[in-house]
């Protein structure tokens, strides 16, 4: 008998001693599922690859979850080793450097024009560069109106 794994998931009848009969068919249905899921897994599943290898972006079936597992492990290091830049200061943030996707570079990046001597002001916007502008002081002041949830 062929075993259902990968295909399907093989369901077994519960069997209770001195009350069922087991037979070998039983047996051997369990050893066909067992053997179909260790051909799948592949073995030593829990060692790694060593990062050796090339990345395969074409394949879509895997002979064993090892195998494919050993390809995440070499995209993994292609990005690791190639793709990132190392370096990199704090407040700085990767930016793409070329129309390719994978071509990034540290950079520093302020969203916010120069804060000094803007004490006071707000922030706004006229929809391409951001800019201070003074807050416009009617009878109440800025406090209150905030607090009054308006």
């Not at 390809?71 to 700085?92: A, D």
């Not at 006071?120 to 800019?131: E, F, P, R, W």
């Amino acid at each position: 008998m062929t075993a259902q794994y990968p295909s399907a998931v093989k369901s077994f009848t519960t069997k209770v001693d001195f009350t069922d009969t087991v037979l070998a068919e039983h047996v051997n249905t369990l050893q066909d599922e067992v053997r179909s899921l260790e051909s799948n897994l592949g073995t030593y599943i829990s060692t790694g690859s060593g990062w050796v290898g090339s990345f395969d972006q074409i394949t879509t079936n895997w002979d064993s979850l090892k195998d494919r597992l050993a390809n995440i492990e070499y995209g993994l290091n292609l990005v690791y080793t190639e793709r990132l830049p190392s370096g990199g200061s704090t407040g700085q943030v990767l930016v793409k450097s070329t129309n390719d996707n994978y071509d990034v570079e540290w950079a520093t990046f302020d969203g916010l024009p120069s804060q000094s001597g803007n004490d006071g002001k707000y922030l706004t916007t006229d929809g391409s560069s951001a800019s201070w502008a003074t807050v416009a002081q009617g009878g109440e002041s800025i406090s209150s109106f905030l607090l009054a949830g308006c």
